[in-house]
């Protein structure tokens, strides 16, 4: 979304036009945005036979689906439902990444009859795997390198009190595993986190998986998972992409010309696709002034937006009815009868009743953690898409609530 002769635009289009349009609560995607993000990704490591698997479960719609395809990504996904999905928006299974943590055999087994690439993160199930199949499915083995990363402990996967991965203290034992079943493992996987800033955490990541990488002779490729940081407030640090590609590109050529054959390099980005690309516009119902605070209520809250409440995530609130007032703070909250805060003591634009505000880099685990609590209907999506407002999910409504209820008669 840019500013321009004071109006907020994506893509040419009024963002308030899209409100007027579709209503409000509402997500809007900029797919001119997803696009730039998944090349920058590609151009940063065009030295590489590089594999984007876009970690689905950010945002799961459909339509964002068919669009990373037609760019020519793939997808990583967490069960056997996003799997579906994937396939609905027509993935090649091939190019289906399965990394789910704590199924149950039947669902890796599901995984194995659709086709997927199946990515194993604990013995027990890689035992049952290799007893099922010996080495007449490839499979991925998920390390746990015990790096702590990532912007906060709840999505920090790679530490030692973490439940993902197989600890790579227990390699003897894997290794074992893997030979006593005849297990073909064609890939190794971390991911240890969103929201890490350091190309040197990746590096050191690196040399871990490089070092234990010599131990498995059938590598097709090795992925590094994600979590590139993106910007959330101005200032932010971010990843550098390209010192990244740089840095890391070298060391797996070295790595490469160790193991004697060039492999390829996977990562599994959810919110650096689709994160910045994402906008969630909201109304405001009331301004409540108390005699500590002017709160804004809008028509939304925790139901439809999480992270703020969960994360503690901040997110940009920006008003898009009024870009010329004068700044006055504000906390900005939602209708749900729980403290669900968008964001204390914001510097915003002045706020009027009835005014139309942004909430920004919204498009990663904004809907696809959004809920009926309070029995709310959860938003409609928008993707704009070659200079034009397209309708990707319907808003919701009773029947969507009521649908899988079932009433009994208590006579
Ligand atoms: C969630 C997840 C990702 C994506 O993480 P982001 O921080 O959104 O980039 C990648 N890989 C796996 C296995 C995940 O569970």
Redesign the pocket.
Known sequence: MELKNNVYKIQGINVKDIAKEFGTPLYVYDAEKIINQLQTLKNAFSNQNVKIKY?A??LTNVSILKLMKKHGAGV?V?SAQEADLALKAGFDPKDILF?P?CVSFDEIQEGVEKGLVINIDNISILEQFGHKYRDTVPCCV?LNPHIMAGGNTK?S?GHVDSKFGISIYQLPHLLRVIKSNHIDVVGLHM?T???ILDADVFLKMAEILFGIAQDFPNLQFVDF????KVGYKPGDITTNIYDLGVKLGKAFDDFCNNYGRKLEMWF?????LVSEAGLFLAKVNVIKTTPATAFVGVDSGMNHLLRPMMYDAYHEIVNVSNPNGIQRVYTVVGYICETDTFGWDRKIHEVREGDLLAIKNAG??GFSMASNYNSRYRPAEILVYSGKAHLIRERENMEDILRKQVEIDLE
Do not use: L, M, Q
């Open positions: 970690a479960k950010a990583d967490v990394t943590n998920r999505i996967t991911h986190g969103s929201d998972g994600s979590g590139f599994e980005p959810g919110k650096y990663a685990y």
